[in-house]
């Protein structure tokens, strides 16, 4: 098995806005594309730029300050991405995020996708955090959004690293599936079985199928280490057979 370099990077995200005349009707943007060639390095940056940011508060009739700031993680060949947030604080709560919030893409096959027609993974303002991402393919991307009235310290703070794949292909690829595999006793004794994206939140519409397939005279014994899955009532929308 080929050896792979596991980069680990920290990024601050503060939000500091406000707005004036002359620049409320404008979406300002702050792109940012993290590439697993990148060297090792800490980043610090605010969203808004510099010469953006004035003194004194917004008044209250001012329309919305519009920022749009789109964060792109691409991991190298063989690696997955994974974002994990030490703090997170963005105006509004989770019953509405109408004012400032993330959006969650981790299931991108690749750049040129179009966000609009990608399943969104998650949007999230207020104070709680999202749980542990991991990307099903390389890339991940994260949109941020803020209409904020007044200058305020609102952000987060995330680590992202990059992991090896091999973590999420317990066997066999079956032919023209995601994450369906045959595992054969003859290949392997004994291993660890993980949903697409363990620990993070698994993908919507999701069929996975794991085949252990033992030589004769062999039994399979499974336990379940961790094990959580939605619950939807009388009708089951995720479930284990």
């Given at each position: 098995m080929p050896s792979l370099s596991i980069w680990f990077w920290v990024f601050s995200i503060p939000i500091v806005v406000n707005t004036t005349s002359d620049t409320r009707k404008t979406v300002f943007q702050c792109d940012q594309?993290?590439?697993?060639?990148?060297?090792?390095?800490?980043?610090?940056?605010?969203?808004?730029?510099?010469?953006l940011i004035r003194e004194g508060n917004a008044s209250s009739n001012e329309q919305p300050y519009n920022l749009q700031c789109l964060y792109t993680f691409?991991?190298?060949?063989?690696?997955?991405?994974k974002l994990e947030f030490d703090h997170f604080l963005l105006a509004g709560s989770s019953e509405s995020c109408d004012i400032e919030y993330i959006d969650i893409y981790s299931e991108i096959e690749s750049l040129d996708d179009d966000l609009l027609d990608s399943a969104l993974g998650g949007r999230y303002c207020g104070s709680v955090a999202p749980h542990v991402r991991i990307s099903l393919h390389r890339i991940m991307k994260i949109v941020l959004h803020s209409r904020a009235l007044q200058r305020h310290d609102y952000g987060f703070?995330?680590?992202?690293?990059?992991?090896?794949?091999?973590?999420?292909?317990?066997?066999?690829a079956?032919?023209?599936?995601?994450?369906?595999?045959?595992?054969?006793s003859?290949?392997?004794q004994s291993g660890a079985i993980f949903s697409p994206t363990y620990p993070g939140t698994y993908p919507h519409n999701m069929h996975c199928s794991y085949?252990?397939?033992?030589?004769?005279?062999?039994?399979?014994r499974l336990s379940f280490r961790d094990f959580d899955i939605f619950f939807g009532g009388e009708q089951l929308r995720d479930f284990t057979i």
């Open positions: 594309t993290f590439n697993a060639s990148e060297p090792f390095r800490r980043i610090e940056f605010p969203v808004v730029p510099r010469h691409v991991a190298g060949p063989g690696q997955r991405v703070t995330a680590r992202y690293s990059y992991i090896p794949e091999d973590d999420f292909v317990p066997g066999e079956l032919p023209g599936t995601k994450c369906s595999y045959i595992l054969y003859s290949s392997q085949l252990l397939r033992g030589s004769s005279g062999e039994r399979i």
